[in-house]
């Protein structure tokens, strides 16, 4: 990984390129109006101004490339507004479709890449006004089993039909897809399901269980839906009947709503409340068939790198979790420009606290959002900045799959989200071993220091039977 002052020379180089005219016309001007004419003055004050602008522009640039995080970028107040299982997402919105259509459940059985092809002329592109552009929106080919009745219809929740099709996808909205569940609109036309299927994003992420989601009732009593589909779908169309309704975060609040929806929204928890619906799992059977994290770009997952004098001098790794995701209308080749707040927790186990920061985010991330909202940061031996450090974060989420070699040759899987790799990329980074692969092979002379402690961080968790510590 680039250091920051290596990221703001090369910006500064290309900036410099780019506004070459700036350092000419101020000399050239300079030069004229000490001969004595009188437009040197004004070409040399223009060359100046844009001259001006190269340092300026290499420093945005580069705090939108390093993403690092100081203390400018603290929630003021202290944050504490989320609860810490809080996620909170602003998605472009779907089309509302025809008023006769029904708003279903859809499972996804399978999914591929059919193409994500963004030109690639600029290091960040904006598109005013548009939140989900083509250029950067990818089309997924999708096999779903839709609903055409559910569980709260008194039905098997199973009936329906498939329908195989190729859908833009909003980069925010792709862990829905991973996770198996949809929330899709049915044109009424034909008795076998033959109408039009329009996928509902937004709602999906909220029915998938990426976005949390609390209501609030009457009484002022706090309930958690976040992944109860039947609950959560009959909200959706209550919320779709009326035009709408509020939500503040992941909260809905009935006392902010007029008093019919109001009461909708209770019956339904009422009945709720009768006959309790179990909580849906995190991801539905068959991922791997949906998964598109090799599909998509995205830093690939590694230990990570470590500096030598930073591990000396005290740097450590630290995890945070994103609290909420806001969609922008910039986007870079790898993933959207969104804003986001995070929840840091310092490794010193002080109390934690947010911060909001401006990211892009690699859409091999998004993918598996559904799993985890975790990120690792590297701070610095001064414990002032944090780093995003998105090889270990990819490796951590799931993103991709680690694997280390014993001493023996044998090789030992260690499995996507295991509670393995944390301790892992500590023991590492604390003895100053780089390893920015996923496969950590302990047979390298470089890991000699730490080939036991590996070891019994894997036997300690089941990863191996053997005992290779000295």
Known sequence: MRSRTGVFVGQFLFAALCLSTGPIFLVLGYAAWHDGAGWGLAVSAAGAVVTVMIPVSAAGTTRQIYTRITRGDHVKGGGGAYGDDTFVMLAPRSAPGPTGARLVRADVLEASLVRYSPEGEATFTTHYGNYAPAEFTPVIRMRLRVHT???????????????????????????????????????????????????????????????????????????????????????????????GVEMVGDTIDLRRLDAETAARYAALAAR???????????????????????????????????????????GRLVRARFLEMRGRTTFQDHGPVLDTVLRIRPADGTRP?????????????LVVLHHTREVVLSVSPNGRSYDIDWSRTNLLAGVTTATVIAPDGREIPVPRRSDALWPLMNLLASHAVSNPSPVLDLRKRRTGPVVGAVMGVLLDRGLTRTDHRA
Request: hydrophobic letters at 35%.
């Open 149 to 243: 009745v559910d569980q709260a219809d008194g039905a098997d929740g199973r009936a329906g039909f498939e329908v195989t099709d190729e859908w833009r996808v909003p980069p925010l909205c792709l862990s829905a897809i991973t996770a198996g569940r949809l929330v899709v609109l049915v044109d009424p036309v034909g008795p076998e399901g033959s109408g039009k299927v329009d996928v509902q994003w937004p709602r999906s992420t909220l029915l998938a269980g990426t976005r949390t989601c609390r209501v609030i009732d009457l009484e002022g009593r706090l309930t958690d839906v976040t992944r109860r589909p039947g609950r959560q779908l009959a909200q959706m169309r209550i919320s779709r009947e009326v035009g």
């Open 272 to 314: 709720a409340r009768a006959c309790p619906e179990d909580r849906a799992p995190v991801t539905e059977p068959g991922e791997e068939a949906r998964l598109l994290v090799d599909e998509l770009p995205g830093e690939e997952g590694g230990f990570g790198h470590v500096g030598r004098g930073w591990s000396r001098r005290g």
């Open 353 to 365: 606290f947010d911060v909001a920061r401006r990211l892009t985010v690699p859409m091999n991330y």
